[in-house]
């Protein structure tokens, strides 16, 4: 009985501290946050937090108080500036009637201090016209180059898909539209960046962006695909007490040539890297590369529902929820969420909480079949995954098991 109690008293506590979702009435910034211009759309290809900025969202300036935008965007970012993260800007739509003055810009630059600037990866701005590089030529004397060079113009949409998880991006239907003219407008059909190549077939040792179960064909029957349990390997053994474990990205080529490796069937020795946020890169990015999320598209309104679930009885949800997954998913799961809760454990040397770590994996667990994870849906996405993190016990049944050797694992070195 007072596990029982000590159990929902946690529960409790987490539903005090998870913000009220943004289309919330109840939520501080209800007026900023119902017109959904600031999105959270999660992860890029390397794993870093992707923000969405859509100026056709704007309304007219006297509809809006242009200070509680800043105050909100400050609000969203607070959540994410820890980790490494992206910025997409939607040029489209920003007229004379939504435009925020030059003021406003100039003050906005000024309150995003260091803390906003260091882990802010990139810049994309979508669309860019005349007025942007005017803006931009007026701030230059204020911008460092080291930020300038975070600055990227990006002319039509199809350009984004080599930086990001295009797939899980919140596009509005007018910036659509926009790119759509833009291309018809061309002369001569659309520009090379639109042709995409059609896509190549996997390799016969192909680890990244196929399913779970031809991984396991591939692997020898393997339960645990390879990319994981070496991953999750190295990790639990020379990762566990890094600080800002999985909050960190690494450079792109890194990225592509570990996965190149994995996906020729060549090993990976993670230790000739020197950088144990390689390793935890590379889970996200097999997680999120999945073409079915590990929990399954049939799971995702079940997760947006967590909410409208009794905080004294959301464990035993969730626990019915996992129940309800294939076999081969729910194995993968548990091996995945038990060194996740392990990893929650050492929080005294890494700062990674289980709602850390929600944060951080509970996009890359669980996304709709179609179109993007709206900021709204993030909020019991998050909380769903911080209940399968903390309460790893009693969802699996079982304390997580020690970490073992992977069978023919070049990922740690002996």
């Known amino acids: 009985m007072a596990a029982c109690a000590e159990q929902l008293a946690d529960i409790d506590l987490q539903e005090e501290n998870v913000p009220a979702a943004p289309h919330d009435p109840s939520n501080p910034f209800y007026d900023v946050a119902r017109h959904g211009i600031v999105q959270v759309s999660g992860d890029d290809l390397f794993g870093r937090k992707q923000i969405v900025f859509s100026s056709c969202c704007l309304p007219p300036s006297h509809q809006l108080d242009h200070r509680r935008l800043l105050q909100f965007l400050k609000f969203t970012l607070d959540q994410y500036v820890e980790m490494d993260y992206i910025l997409v800007y939607f040029h489209c739509g920003l007229r004379s009637s939504n435009k925020p003055s030059l003021k406003w810009l100039r003050e906005a630059y000024?309150?995003?201090?260091r803390k906003y600037k260091?882990?802010?990866?990139?810049?994309?701005?979508?669309?860019?016209t005349n007025f942007i590089r005017i803006v931009w030529n007026i701030f230059k004397p204020l911008i460092s180059r080291k930020f300038g060079k975070k600055l990227k113009y990006v002319r039509y949409l199809e350009e984004l898909r080599e930086h990001l998880n295009y797939e899980q991006l919140f596009i509005p239907a007018d910036?659509?539209?926009?790119?759509?003219?833009?291309?018809?407008?061309?002369?001569?059909g659309p520009p090379p960046a639109a042709r995409t190549p059609p896509p190549r077939p996997p390799l016969p040792t192909q680890q990244f962006g196929?399913?779970?179960?031809?991984?396991?064909e591939r692997s020898g029957g393997a339960l645990i695909p390879?990319?994981?349990?070496?991953?999750?390997?190295?990790?639990?053994?020379?990762?566990?007490?890094?600080e800002g474990l999985f909050r960190r990205s690494v450079q792109v080529q890194i990225i592509k040539d570990v996965q190149k490796l994995y996906n020729q069937g060549k090993p990976v020795n993670f230790d000739v890297y020197q950088n144990v946020h390689v390793p935890a890169v590379i889970l996200k990015?097999?997680?999120?590369?999945?073409?079915?999320?590990?929990?399954t598209f049939r799971v995702y309104n079940q997760v947006q529902e967590i909410l409208g679930v009794e905080s004294s009885l959301r464990v035993s949800r969730c626990k019915q929820v996992v129940e309800g997954l294939p076999e081969t998913n729910g194995i993968v799961l548990k091996f995945l969420l038990g060194f996740l809760h392990r990893v929650s454990q050492e929080i005294l040397f890494n700062k990674m909480s289980a709602s850390n770590l929600a944060c951080?994996?509970?996009?890359n667990l669980v996304w709709p079949r179609h179109g993007s994870i709206s900021l709204s849906a993030l909020t019991p996405i998050n909380i769903f995954t911080e209940i399968l993190i903390e309460h790893f016990p009693a969802v699996f049944g079982s304390v997580p098991d020690q970490p073992v050797p992977p069978q023919d694992?070049?990922?740690?070195?002996?």
């Not at 196929?210 to 396991?216: A, D, Q, V, Y």
């Open 409 to 414: 694992s070049c990922a740690a070195a002996e």
């Open 175 to 188: 910036v659509l539209r926009h790119d759509e003219e833009l291309r018809a407008a061309q002369s001569g």
């Open 226 to 242: 390879p990319v994981m349990a070496q991953t999750i390997h190295y990790l639990q053994l020379k990762g566990l007490r890094t």
């Open 285 to 295: 990015a097999f997680l999120r590369e999945l073409p079915e999320p590990l929990l």
């Open 110 to 113: 000024g309150e995003f201090d």
């Open 210 to 216: 196929t399913f779970l179960h031809s991984i396991r």
């Open 118 to 128: 260091k882990n802010l990866k990139a810049l994309f701005v979508v669309h860019p």
């Open 360 to 363: 951080v994996f509970g996009v």
